[in-house]
């Protein structure tokens, strides 16, 4: 019986790029504002209502705009502060 072969490892290096690069910067960014939809909707609920309830309502009602004011900010010349920075 043969095993399979063994998965190959990532490089720190592809990691970093990864994390580095403007796709998953936007990832985090859109995550973030998110996440702050869940907190200010739940409190504003009395209850938790989910991350999926908060992505689907944050889509709906806020997503074009946010979207709108990133590509303005890029637009201007100020780019945008990475996710990680604002955890400082």
């Known amino acids: 019986m043969s095993s399979a072969?063994?998965?190959?490892?990532?490089?720190s290096d592809s990691r970093e790029?990864?994390?580095?690069?403007?796709?998953y910067q936007?990832?985090?960014?859109?995550?973030?504002?998110?996440?702050k939809h869940k907190w200010i909707e739940s409190e504003r609920l009395g209850y938790d209502i989910g991350f999926e309830r908060a992505l689907l309502d944050w889509i709906r009602k806020h997503r074009?705009?946010?979207?709108?004011?990133?590509r303005a900010q890029l637009a201007a010349g100020s780019p945008?502060?990475?996710v990680e920075a604002n955890k400082k």
Do not use: Y
Request: net charge negative; no cysteine.
């Open 5 to 11: 072969p063994p998965h190959p490892t990532e490089s």
């Open 17 to 23: 790029f990864v994390k580095h690069s403007s796709l």
């Open 26 to 35: 936007e990832f985090l960014a859109e995550r973030e504002e998110i996440l």
């Open 64 to 70: 074009d705009s946010w979207r709108a004011a990133r």
């Open 80 to 82: 945008p502060v990475p």
